[in-house]
Each structure stands twice: as structure tokens, then as C-alpha cells.
């Protein structure tokens, strides 16, 4: 139990169009979900906090409106990279926790790249 | 605020050898800590958790980690290493309730044969 997936696993895109990233939690419902970011060698930054029915909130320095958070339901939440340059290269993270275990749980991660 | 240091960038140790990596926090409450593994290319994989109850906490393929509330330090350890336990080591701490993760910088360890 407690699977996390991201599709895709892998996106190449152009300069300046749009990426969705989906995170769904497969065998369990996720009221939050949280979006990271990791740089190359480098840790996992917090971008946004993803809840179910609202809007989501971001940590400061994250534009809301290039990555914009939908959490439709209690099982997906989306991440869309929207005019994407080259800098917003990154492999992204989602998370979910399991509700009554204080774990998180984590997809396997997409990695962007964009020419 | 809280925060997580992880004071080694790489360790390397012997196949059959014991590892230990490092880990000391802050908090301004109760800590929730966890440990989480990445493997290349990967997301990460939960190992092992401390909400509360025992100082030494085992978890998953033979790792445990020990709470030192008074060093504030979750270190993370394993008897025998393996080449397999090759991969990126995070620690991370939390607040209560339902918050996210802040990580540590991570430490790479390296198992040789």
C-alpha cells in the first residue's frame, strides 16, 4: 500500500510551451500533497502545498502562476510548468501522506528538460 | 523554523563494514524525523521515521537510527553495509500534523567491495 505515482517519468519539451505533471496516490486518499523540486546533486525544495478542493500554496520565491497546482481530487494532483525555459530543467517530486502514519510517501519523480 | 544538517557530503565504507551518516536537527518542538533513500534517477524511499517511544528506531533493509535528544542528532546506521546501500541518504524533519518535509543536503553513500 501507500504508492505514489507520476506520470510522465520523463518530458523533453521546447522553450516556451506547456508541461502538465500529474501525482497520484494510487491505494489511498491524499487530502495535501506536496511538490519539490531537486536541482542536480542537490537537495529537495519545497515548492507548494497541494490541497484537495483549494488553492494551493506556494513557499516563497515559487511563481504560482508558471507552476500552476490543481488538486482535482482526493487521489491527483497536477503540476503544470507553463511557459517553460530552459531554467525550469529539474526533476520534480510529489508527495502524499498516508493519513494515521505521519510518512510521507513520494512518486518516483518526473525529470523535465527543456531546450 | 526547522531545519536538518547533514555534515558529510560522501561516505565511503568497506562492504561487511558498519556505516553510520550523520544527521543533527532543529526544531522549536517535538521533532518528527525520517530518513528516506534515493536511488538514481529515482524518487524517494522511505526507511525509518522517529515520532516517539524508543531512541532506536529500526526500519527498513537493515537500517536503523537513533534519537539523541540531547546531541539533537537522528543518525542513521546499519551493521553490515551492503554495495547495494549505494545511493543518496536524506534526512528530513517535519512539525507536527500534516506539513511537509524539510531535508538535509543529502549524503551519498558509497559502498565498496
Known amino acids: 500500500g501507500a504508492v505514489v505515482s507520476q506520470h510522465p517519468s520523463r518530458v523533453i519539451c521546447k522553450s516556451g510551451t506547456s508541461v502538465k505533471i500529474e501525482c497520484r496516490s494510487l491505494d489511498f486518499q491524499a487530502t495535501t500533497m506536496f511538490w519539490y523540486r531537486q536541482f542536480p546533486k542537490k537537495s529537495l525544495m519545497l515548492m507548494a502545498t497541494?490541497?484537495?478542493?483549494?488553492?494551493?500554496?506556494?513557499e516563497q520565491g515559487v511563481e504560482k502562476d508558471k507552476f500552476l497546482i490543481n488538486h482535482a481530487s482526493l487521489t491527483l494532483s497536477t503540476l503544470t510548468v507553463t511557459s517553460a525555459h530552459p531554467e525550469d530543467s529539474s526533476f520534480y517530486i510529489c508527495?502524499?501522506?498516508?493519513?494515521?502514519?505521519?510518512?510521507?510517501?513520494f512518486g518516483p519523480g518526473t525529470r523535465l528538460t527543456v531546450l | 523554523a526547522q531545519s536538518v544538517a547533514q555534515p558529510e557530503d560522501q561516505v565511503n565504507v568497506a562492504e561487511g563494514n558498519p556505516l553510520t551518516v550523520k544527521c543533527t536537527y532543529s526544531?522549536?518542538?517535538?521533532?518528527?524525523l525520517f530518513w528516506y533513500v534515493q536511488y538514481p534517477n529515482r524518487g524517494l524511499q522511505f526507511l525509518l521515521k522517529y515520532i516517539t517511544g524508543d531512541n532506536l528506531v529500526k526500519g527498513s533493509y537493515g537500517f536503523e537510527a537513533e534519537f539523541n535528544k540531547s546531541q539533537t542528532s537522528f543518525h542513521l546506521k546499519k551493521p553490515s553495509a551492503l554495495v547495494s546501500d549505494s545511493a543518496l541518504y536524506f534526512c528530513?524533519?517535519?512539525?507536527?500534523?500534516?506539513?511537509?518535509?524539510?531535508f538535509g543536503k543529502g549524503t551519498r553513500l558509497s559502498v565498496i567491495a
Open positions: 497541494s490541497n484537495e478542493g483549494s488553492k494551493a500554496t506556494y
Open positions: 526544531v522549536s518542538g517535538n521533532p518528527y
Open positions: 528530513a524533519v517535519r512539525d507536527v500534523g500534516n506539513t511537509p518535509l524539510v
Open positions: 508527495s502524499a501522506t498516508l493519513a494515521g502514519t505521519d510518512t510521507q510517501y
